[in-house]
């Protein structure tokens, strides 16, 4: 199946490195493992050969898989051994045809003496090659290492193919963010999980949302509040995105609008709280506006148990209904998709508590407060800073730290799944 | 019926957090604002715990001090330690606005009564106007010659305890001069404070690489088995420093190496190192362990102190390109001190793990470059099948570093055989760099230490049998020294790694100092 590439012209991907034949991968980065020794000597720098990980990236145009290869350099320190970097051109109109590149690549550590090394194999897969794609790169994983697998984009609507090369890895990655389609692709991965029960997938959106979680989580550290979160019942989102609110991709990839963290928030949110979308027709998703608006059944709690002497029984906090609301907001000078506003309302024995993280302007700062009118007013407003890496690659730095599933993250994605569905 | 009793679950919203618990608003009082530890060290460490926000809302800091600031000038004075020391720079502006707003000044004298009553006012209206709902922090970061009067002082204001919320205290080194300044300044701190409320510092315990020596020892399987008599050779502690005294005669005098680092750093380290596995990793549990390796130190008392201590003063030298003067002409400092800047020692573990196994300890000031490492080397293999002819090189035991400050890391050295056609063996180094392992930047010891007081984890704090048992251990040195002349002083050369005295002494039992 390998092209003859001396026949053809074929793709130039100077990035990519050397054209080789796919039966002379191997052979080819030994050789350029020798020649770097040979530098290294001449040098007098240390090369750091740590074998940790295959990683494989799922890239279906050449841009991304360009974007993508590019920020490897920061991930040098993760180790890994091998990356592979699958494009899959799927355009109907597109002959079967596999070209392949391998390069040796070598970025500096800690200062310019030390360096690390990794190796690098591109794949062009078009036609009836792209279904065959776990085949093509099963050879090349180099042996008793983890494989990680990163899909950019919308996962694809052939399931078959992320289930076979799911079966590869150990574990999967997306970036929720970047989804053209985030509602459909959110559910998508979700019905995924549910038939692949025994995979490990994560979205770097998850981390996105971390800085979120813990000042929500911190307001109900403190004891005199802690009661408010089983009276909590009313949750609003809101993410940002660009004026105009049309469809947009920026350069990074991200698209606007796009509610995948406000989801995820809402989902973990929900998953936390234990409750359940009350299937009724008062649920709203107006498309013009992308609000969202769900009615749910409130079954909070445990917040406290009551141990008997022979049986233990758990005492639910508060049951009632209540509302999940997500919603755009227009904010320019912000990622599109960015959590502006996280606000929960509660009320606990006739007494009422809002608890709310506002970001306010452009900048990563947002002003956390609690408002208990019946118990003193507001208290003490803070400002903290909720930058995450925005960079794709420190987030996937640490998605390639992780080995096994991330449970909390899949019960989410599943409450999302089942909020769309309602 | 059955008897219930409620217990408090967790907050379910930290599941998946890798903080599992943000303190509650309280207040942190600092005897000494105006210092150079709350300016280097404790106000960006607190800035930085906001910015990061395992703070919480309502936090606030009251600085206590004889200067007549008020509280704009503390907010500055504040900002500008800020900029300076912070390691998240630049400042945040509304980060630190919102910081600033819960930052008040209060000046007294520490033993005026009046400061105490002014304070506790001011502690009652921070509870109303910012939620601190009675939690208090007493931090003590004056001279220590102050700690018994300010401690007085808040008992005798009802400051050390209130009905509404916790109050705890923490007290800096030196904690005591001696064993007797130690058990009496115990005494007067347990006459106020209960010991649960007591978080005595040792900035050391706080750093990363420093916790990492229990996760190295106890979160692998392979190392544990091989860490005993049967299988270590002996072990190197090392804390060495390029810096001089810096201006600070007057205190060093009062206190020179054994005191500032051996008592307390490299006591911990040993500690570390040489204890059981505790039951659990929880506060109590580690201090028992840590206090069973101090009480099982082989005391060194009379001769024993000669024969196993070095002490010396650094002289005229040169250090990192720099002409530097001795010890004896420095400011602050007495021509004819006895005050060593140098120590080395030799102890032993009197325990089934490390009976006769020697601990080497050496620390000093303008030594060739800054570096703290523990060394262990492992005894060589029982039968050399390579010998040194065949081999033409150097079989050299096995030693497992770890290095706690700079490169914080991990290093293995074995012997590997040199490609070609002859046998021979050269040692190499197998690393691990914390810098290039995880890129995220590490939390300051400070961060970490103020974070846990807050959360009422004492673990990496140090109790006072332990603070006691270390005393009691170099309290026999300082006494056999005392009675030494000022001749068995040595003298080393500023830029050099000690005396060569402690080259012999070393060398004496078949070993060298490693070369860090």
């Not at chain 1, 390998?2 to 034949?21: D, M, N």
């Not at chain 1, 897969?125 to 794609?133: D, V």
């Not at chain 1, 609000?291 to 049951?319: Q, Y």
Request: glycine share 6%; proline share 6%; net charge negative.
């Amino acid at each position: 199946m390998t092209k003859e590439i001396a026949e053809t012209p074929g793709v130039r991907l100077p990035w990519a490195g050397k054209v080789v034949r796919m039966e002379e991968v191997e052979e080819t980065l030994s050789y350029f493992w020798r020649m770097s020794a040979d530098n290294v000597r001449i040098s007098q720098n240390m090369n750091v050969r740590t074998s940790v990980l295959n990683f494989v990236i799922c890239a279906q145009d050449i841009p991304s898989a360009q974007r993508a290869s590019a920020l490897l350099r920061n991930l040098s320190s993760t180790h890994i051994a091998r990356v592979i970097l699958l494009i899959l051109d799927m355009s109907a109109e597109s002959p079967t045809d596999v070209t392949t590149w391998a390069t040796l690549r070598s970025f500096p550590i800690i200062s310019d003496i030390m360096r690390h090394s990794f190796e690098q194999v591109t794949i062009l897969a078009s036609g009836a090659a792209t279904r065959a794609s776990a085949s093509l790169i099963q050879p090349l994983l180099k042996p008793d290492l983890p494989v990680y697998l990163w899909w950019l984009g919308d996962p694809p609507q052939d399931e078959t193919l992320l289930h076979k090369l799911t079966d590869l890895s150990s574990r999967v990655i997306v970036d929720s963010n970047t989804f053209l389609t985030p509602e459909q692709s959110v559910s998508t991965l979700s019905t995924f999980l549910q038939e692949a029960p025994d995979s490990a997938l994560s979205d770097l959106n998850w981390g996105r949302i971390t800085p979120w979680r813990q000042l929500v989580a911190q307001f109900f550290d403190v004891p005199a509040y802690k009661p408010y979160l089983a009276g909590v019942y009313n949750i609003e989102v809101e993410h940002a995105v660009a004026p105009l609110a049309r469809h947009l991709a920026s350069e990074q990839g991200d698209i606007s609008p796009n509610p995948a963290l406000a989801l995820l928030l809402a989902g973990w949110l929900k998953n936390s709280l234990n409750w359940k979308v009350n299937g009724s027709e008062e649920n709203l998703h107006d498309p013009e506006t992308g609000t969202h608006i769900w009615n749910i059944v409130r079954n909070t709690g445990p917040l406290h148990m009551d141990i008997a002497t022979k049986e233990t029984t758990t005492k639910l906090g508060h049951s009632g209904r209540g509302s999940i609301q997500i919603r755009p907001r227009v904010q320019s000078g912000i990622q599109p998709g960015s959590l502006c506003l996280v606000r929960l309302s509660s009320t606990v024995e006739n007494k009422r508590a809002t608890f709310t993280i506002n970001r306010e302007d452009e900048t990563d700062n947002v002003l956390t407060s609690a408002h208990l009118p019946e118990e003193g007013g507001t208290l003490p407003q803070r400002t903290v800073n909720v930058a995450t890496p925005q960079d794709a690659s420190i987030l996937l730095h640490d998605e390639l730290e992780i080995i096994g599933r991330d449970h909390l993250y899949e019960a989410a994605l599943h409450e999302v799944f089942e909020m769309l569905a309602e | 019926m059955p008897q219930r009793s409620v217990v408090e679950a967790p907050n379910p919203l930290r599941e998946g957090l890798r903080i599992k618990q943000s303190p509650e608003p309280c207040v942190m009082v600092i005897f000494g604002s105006t210092g150079d530890l709350t300016h280097r060290k404790l106000l960006p460490a607190l800035y930085n715990l906001a910015l990061e926000h395992p703070l919480p809302a309502g936090f606030s800091v009251v600085g206590f001090a004889r200067r007549p600031y008020d509280d704009e000038t503390f907010r500055k004075q504040a900002l500008d330690s800020v900029n300076e020391f912070s390691r998240q720079k630049p400042v945040n502006p509304q980060v630190w606005e919102s910081f600033a707003s819960g930052l008040f000044y209060l000046q007294s004298n520490f033993h005026d009564p009046a400061g105490y009553e002014k304070l506790a006012n001011l502690l009652n209206k921070l509870d109303q106007e910012r939620g601190t709902s009675g939690n208090r922090i007493f931090y003590l970061s004056t001279p220590p010659s102050q700690y018994p009067e300010i401690i007085q002082n808040l008992g005798a204001a009802g400051l050390n305890r209130n009905r509404k919320g916790w109050t705890r205290i923490i007290v800096e080194k030196p904690f005591g001069h001696d064993l007797p300044s130690a058990r009496e300044l115990n005494r007067q701190v347990g006459k106020v404070f209960k010991e649960e409320q007591v978080y005595r510092i040792d900035h050391y315990l706080g750093k990363e690489t420093v916790q990492n020596i229990l996760v190295f020892r106890l979160a692998n399987g392979i190392f544990e088995p091989i860490w005993n008599r049967r299988y270590v050779d002996h072990v190197q502690i090392t804390v060495a420093e390029n810096i001089g005294i810096e201006g600070r005669g007057a205190y060093y005098e009062e206190s020179g190496a054994i005191r500032d680092m051996v008592q307390n750093h490299m006591l911990q380290l040993l500690t570390l190192v040489a204890m059981e596995p505790p039951i659990a990793f929880e506060a109590n549990a580690v201090h028992d362990e840590k206090v069973k390796v101090l009480h099982a130190l082989q005391p060194l008392v009379g001769r024993d102190v000669i024969n196993n201590t070095i002490r010396a003063q650094y002289g005229p030298g040169w250090v990192s390109g720099h002409q530097v003067p001795g010890y004896l002409e420095e400011n602050g400092v007495n021509p004819a001190s006895t005050t060593e800047t140098y120590v080395a020692m030799k102890l032993f573990i009197d325990n089934w793990r490390w009976a006769g196994v020697p601990f080497y300890l050496r620390t000093g000031k303008h030594l060739p470059k800054r570096v703290t490492e523990i060394a262990i080397q492992f005894k060589t293999a029982p039968l050399m099948l390579f010998k040194r002819s065949d081999a033409q090189g150097q079989v050299e035991p096995n030693t497992l570093t770890l290095r706690i400050q700079p490169d914080e890391g991990i290093s293995l050295k074995f012997g590997a055989k040199v490609p070609g056609t002859d046998m021979q063996i050269r040692s190499v180094n197998m690393d691990f760099f914390y810098g290039s392992s995880f890129v995220r930047q590490q939390p300051e010891a400070y961060e970490r230490l103020l974070l846990d007081c807050m959360l009422g984890d004492s673990t990496l704090f140090t109790r006072r049998d332990e603070v006691e048992a270390a005393w009691s251990f170099v309290q026999g040195i300082l006494d056999e020294w005392q009675n030494e002349p000022r001749s068995s002083i040595l003298t080393y050369e500023s830029g050099i790694w000690g005396p060569q005295a402690a080259d012999e002494f070393i060398w004496r039992d078949g070993y060298r100092w490693r070369r860090p």
